[in-house]
């Protein structure tokens, strides 16, 4: 649901840009790490990542099934069926790396917040970066099972950035590195405040 309100600055397009990651690490690491400590599972964000990916993908194919025409105009895009959103990040990735920092005993609480911040963001800029640009500009990825042949009606079919990475959405090197480094820091803040968090839900008794 999170990623859900937050597409404006989780979606594909923008995974080249610094405001990704500092927008998915403050939401993800607000909730996965205490996640992953209450739940009591050796693989607890792991999970949950896998659960979101699922749910989202999941509505996406299903949702091209069924046929559906824009009411609205104006209607530049003909559809005929309904469109897929933005296809799942890949949290379960960075998840693997975390659930097993978490299981480190004897580590101190921000450190591990540290830890934590420091491997889902670049784990997540390792993965992401160049996805997006696969999604984005490769026939490969035009299918029913990666969805990145839908388009807004209201946009051009012949937009020329339509299958192209537009530079403005392209932070600069210096500005990429600045915004992974204010990431890792807004990261660490929110994966200590859940840390905590899911150690008070371990001591809530039914």
Do not use: C
């Not at 989202?56 to 309904?82: D, M, R, Y």
């Not at 990666?146 to 209201?154: I, K, L, R, V």
Request: hydrophobic content about 50%; glycine content about 8%.
């Amino acid at each position: 649901m999170l990623y859900t309100v937050g597409t404006a600055y989780l979606h594909t397009r923008g995974m080249r840009g610094g405001q990704f990651y500092i927008v998915a690490a403050g939401v993800t690491l607000l909730f996965l790490p205490m996640f992953g400590r209450a739940l009591r599972m050796k693989w607890g964000m792991t999970a949950i990542a896998l659960s979101y990916f699922f749910i989202i993908a999941i509505s996406n194919w299903v949702l091209q099934l069924f046929p559906a025409e824009p009411k609205l105009g104006p209607i530049l895009t003909h559809t005929t069926h309904f469109q897929p959103g933005n296809f799942p990040v890949l949290l379960f990735i960075p998840g693997l790396i975390m659930d097993r920092l978490l299981q480190r005993e004897g580590v101190n609480e921000w450190r591990k917040a540290l830890l934590l911040s420091v491997s889902f963001v670049l784990v997540l800029l390792i993965v992401e970066y160049p996805l997006s640009g696969w999604l984005i500009e490769s026939p490969g990825a035009r299918n029913w099972f990666f969805g990145a042949g839908s388009w807004y009606f209201g946009d051009p079919p012949d937009f020329p950035f339509r299958y192209k990475i537009h530079p403005s959405w392209v932070s600069p090197p210096p500005v990429l590195a600045l915004s992974l480094l204010i990431a890792i820091f807004v990261g660490t803040l929110t994966a200590r405040l859940s840390l905590r968090w899911g150690k008070w839900m371990q001591e809530v008794r039914r």
